[in-house]
T-cell receptor, first 114, second 115 residues
Framework: AQKITQTQPGMFVQEKEAVTLDCTYD???????LFWYKQPSSGEMIFLIY??????QNATEGRYSLNFQKARKSANLVISASQLGDSAMYFC???????????FGSGTRLSIRP | NAGVTQTPKFQVLKTGQSMTLQCAQD?????MSWYRQDPGMGLRLIHY???????DQGEVPNGYNVSRSTTEDFPLRLLSAAPSQTSVYFC??????????????FGPGTRLTVT
């Protein structure tokens, strides 16, 4: 069965520093996808980045990159040059090709200090 | 293209009442899902559907029913509301492209309070 774990309930980071949010997963399906979502205080879910299990390179989207280490089953989100607007909850999620559902981790609350 | 829409945005129910949360998408997505998010927690999957006429249970299905008569609509029914169902409910949809699944789009959420 698929499982997603986020072990950092909260993090504080100084503005302009890089930050890494941890995510580990477990699955027996060789074909799967990993997602990161941002949820600001307004409540909407904002898609950030996607990594497929067969993708050869780590996914990047602007200041977001996904550090995908398949052997370690980790999919950490890296935010470069953090900004005050990055303060939010961040959720890691995954889906397997053999299952339609997407499940979420418990989230990490990121707070950026000016 | 409205994306994923949910109604109502807010709802207050008394214990034992029933209601239906509406969800619709105009992107012709095969997959639709319902999640609940309790305060300070992640999203938990209630039910999902891979296409019209097909539904399945997620992590926390008890107390909820779903149906999928069309590709566009995926309503969630609370059969007999309980205070434990106080939560924010998100509907989501996505397309499928083998062999890799793709991005899931979320509705704005319905904030439900059961007294």
């Amino acid at each position: 069965a698929q499982k997603i774990t986020q072990t950092q309930p909260g993090m504080f980071v100084q503005e302009k520093e890089a930050v890494t949010l941890d995510c580990t997963y477990d699955t027996s399906d060789p074909s799967y996808g990993l997602f990161w979502y941002k949820q600001p205080s307004s409540g909407e879910m904002i898609f950030l980045i996607y990594q497929g299990s067969y993708d050869q390179q780590n996914a990047t989207e602007g200041r977001y990159s996904l550090n995908f280490q398949k052997a370690r089953k980790s999919a950490n989100l890296v935010i470069s040059a953090s900004q005050l607007g990055d303060s939010a909850m961040y959720f890691c999620a995954m889906t397997e090709s053999s299952a339609s559902k997407i499940i979420f981790g418990s989230g990490t609350r990121l707070s950026i200090r000016p | 293209n409205a994306g994923v829409t949910q109604t109502p945005k807010f709802q207050v129910l008394k214990t034992g009442q029933s209601m239906t949360l509406q969800c619709a998408q105009d992107m012709n997505h095969e997959y639709m899902s319902w999640y609940r998010q309790d305060p300070g927690m992640g999203l938990r999957l209630i039910h999902y559907s891979v296409g019209a006429g097909i539904t399945d249970q997620g992590e926390v299905p008890n107390g909820y029913n779903v149906s999928r008569s069309t590709t566009e609509d995926f309503p969630l029914r609370l059969l007999s509301a309980a205070p434990s169902q106080t939560s924010v409910y998100f509907c989501a949809s996505r397309r499928n492209r083998d062999p890799q699944p793709y991005e899931q789009y979320f509705g704005p959420g319905t904030r439900l309070t059961v007294t």
